[in-house]
């Protein structure tokens, strides 16, 4: 089973700020099939990324997905309010398995 | 637009068997995987097991291989997540979500609290 380690575990950054979220497997992810996931608390998760750089219907281009192989980062270029929330990562490369990150709170500093 | 919405909250004591439902609208039911995700209170998420609604083919995460069982009625868009024997541990925000691989949209989630 591939398991996805997320970094950091919280982020504390002020509204326009740029954040910089990290994915890291413990093998290599095939096809780059990567994924990432907004939560904000009372509500269930939404996909923001998948195939590791397309973003979902509706997503705003200040998210943006890159990397391949075992390293995954989740941009957002400007942080605005509605963003603070937790950020999962998850891979859907293993035929028989899905796997997610433990997740990175992006918390108001 | 694809919906699905999944039954009202639980509560039940250790040892209760009990089946949570997922109802898919807005799409043909059998064309696409339903997958199942637990949330236990304060933590992140987890994948268990996925079903084909066109065959009830299902693969289940080895952490819940055994603990839980998914199947479906395609005659109605339902899929379902049962268990034979709650336990306290079980207590938990459990989604079902659209797809097997990137999964979206996901149902609004059915709390399970499991309590003597």
């Known amino acids: 089973e591939i398991v996805l380690t997320q970094s950091p575990g919280t982020l504390s950054l002020s509204p326009g700020e740029r954040a910089t979220l990290s994915c890291r497997a413990s093998?290599?992810?095939?096809?780059?099939?990567l994924a990432w996931y907004q939560q904000k608390p009372g509500q269930a998760p939404r996909l923001l990324i998948y195939g590791a750089s397309s973003r979902a219907t509706g997503i705003p281009d200040r998210f943006s997905g890159s990397g391949s192989g075992t390293d995954f980062t989740l941009t957002i270029s400007r942080l605005e309010p509605e963003d603070f929330a937790v950020y999962y990562c998850q891979q859907y490369g293993s035929s028989f398995s899905l796997t997610f990150g433990g997740g990175t709170k992006v918390e108001i500093k | 637009e694809v919906q699905l919405v999944q039954s009202g909250a639980e509560v039940k004591k250790p040892g209760e068997s009990l089946r949570i439902s997922c109802k898919g609208s807005?799409?043909?039911?059998?064309?696409?995987?339903i997958s199942w995700v637990r949330q236990m209170p304060g933590k992140g998420l987890e994948w268990m097991g996925r079903?084909?609604?066109?065959?009830?083919?299902?693969n289940y995460s080895p952490s819940f291989q055994g603990h839980v069982t998914i199947s479906a009625d395609k005659s109605i868009s339902t899929a379902y997540l049962q268990w034979s024997s709650l336990k306290a541990s079980d207590t938990a925000m459990y989604y079902c979500?659209?797809?097997?691989?990137?999964?979206?949209?996901w149902g609004q989630g059915t709390l399970v609290t499991v309590s003597s």
């Open positions: 807005g799409y043909s039911f059998t064309s696409y995987w």
């Open positions: 079903i084909d609604p066109s065959d009830s083919y299902t």
């Open positions: 979500a659209y797809g097997s691989g990137s999964i979206d949209p």
């Open positions: 093998q290599s992810v095939s096809s780059s099939y």
